[in-house]
């Protein structure tokens, strides 16, 4: 048995040594394609970054992303020299291949200069500094990668000015930029954006692996403090080139930085949930202000024109007086129920049944005609068909505010409301004898008609219907006409 178990943990050991065989011999015959995908990774995420709309988000990272995104495709593109400057060089002259390298090896370091910028705009804001040091440490960083760039491509050997750069630029720009998504990600937590949170954090992760296996790790001649931390030692310990390592954490940084940028959707989406909702909460004000102006305002105005009549010093019999107080006690009362619904969020509509819909319009007129000394008369033409209760609602209230506008403003003698039902639609008519209206004038709110005629348009939208409010005849007289789509039963 135990040599069993002793021949399958050797048979394991060979299966692993013989796959890493295997993947070593795939990097090193695919490396060009290996850097080619390094390179695409960066460009992808890069692009990404700079076509996203970010203007309008609160979170500090939207408006220093674009350094990650510049630096993401001017790395990408960097990278991709590696693939296509020796194939340049099968048709070029060696002097313009040595460009051509000078300018990658510019380019790539360039990069890490727009990242190190980027984690000091993220970092610097939250520092316990005065104005004058903050923007010095602004202003620190283009002048340290001005020079670091400077001297490691003009005044050293390639390698060495290579390490140069990696331990001088590279290390802290992604060291300060894995601070700045750590950073970030305690602001994104109390947001309560989960998974950005766990974004972040990869993303954290990823440029501090970075910092150590793109800036620590160099040539083998390299600066003398670190010069055993390099290549070699990386493949003898892992089994694996660097470069295959920094190609997967450059992979793992890409797909994250792409899954942190829903964050702004999030927040978009977030804005105009908040938005509607406001939206909504004003359009609910619109009600309730139009309900109780054409409710329960008209019902106080008609109470206290009845109250008005009763003390009337030239009244005659004390009966009739007490008749008229206890009516409108009883509508006092009625507008108390009222007022009752509307804190609760009930609407008065749902006291005009169907069937004594026409009882309730007959009371209505009564009580706001009452003592006016107008004349009233409800006539119904055609088949009654079955209305919904917000129509139901809607012209009740129609009804209520031209009934007041007649009291207050007509000098009427006689109001008619006609109810005609026809072939597809209501037609609903309230006409009087008065003198008359300005239509343009009550619609720009002079005369203290505007709001009324405009809560009537209002309800008279919400039912898909049509209002006309005009002068009925040349001698005068005001004539409201509705016209309400219905559905036979």
Known sequence: MARFMVTRILKGQKDVYLLMETLRYFIDVNAPLLAFVYGLAYFSAGLAILLQRRGLSNFRLAHNLWLVGIFFISHGVAKWGDVFIPIQGLYLSESWVAALFGMQKLLWASSFALLLQFGIAMIAPALPLVPGVQTFVRWYGPFWSTAVILWGILFLPEDVGSSWIRYLLTFPATVLTASAFLMERRNIITSGYRRIEINLAVLAAGFGAYAVLGG??????????????????????????????????????????????SIFDLELRQRLESAEKERALLMERQRIARDLHDGVVQSIYAAGLQLEAAANPNRVGGDETYIVIRRIVDQLNNIIVDLRRYIF??????????DGFFEYIRNLVYESLDNSGISAEVLVTGEPVSLSPTQRENIAFVARESLSNAVRHSRAKQVKLRFMYEAGSLFFVVEDDGIGIDVNAAASGNGHRGHGLGTMAERTEAMKGELSVSQRSAAGGTMVALRIPYLRR
């Open 216 to 261: 620590l790790v160099v040539e083998e001649r390299a600066l003398p403090l670190l010069h055993w931390f390099n290549h070699e030692a990386v493949l003898d310990f892992t089994g694996f080139p660097v470069f295959f390592w920094r190609m997967l954490i450059s992979i793992a940084i890409a797909f994250f930085i792409i899954r942190t940028l």
């Open 345 to 354: 969020g009930l609407g008065p509509g749902q006291t005009v049944s169907e």
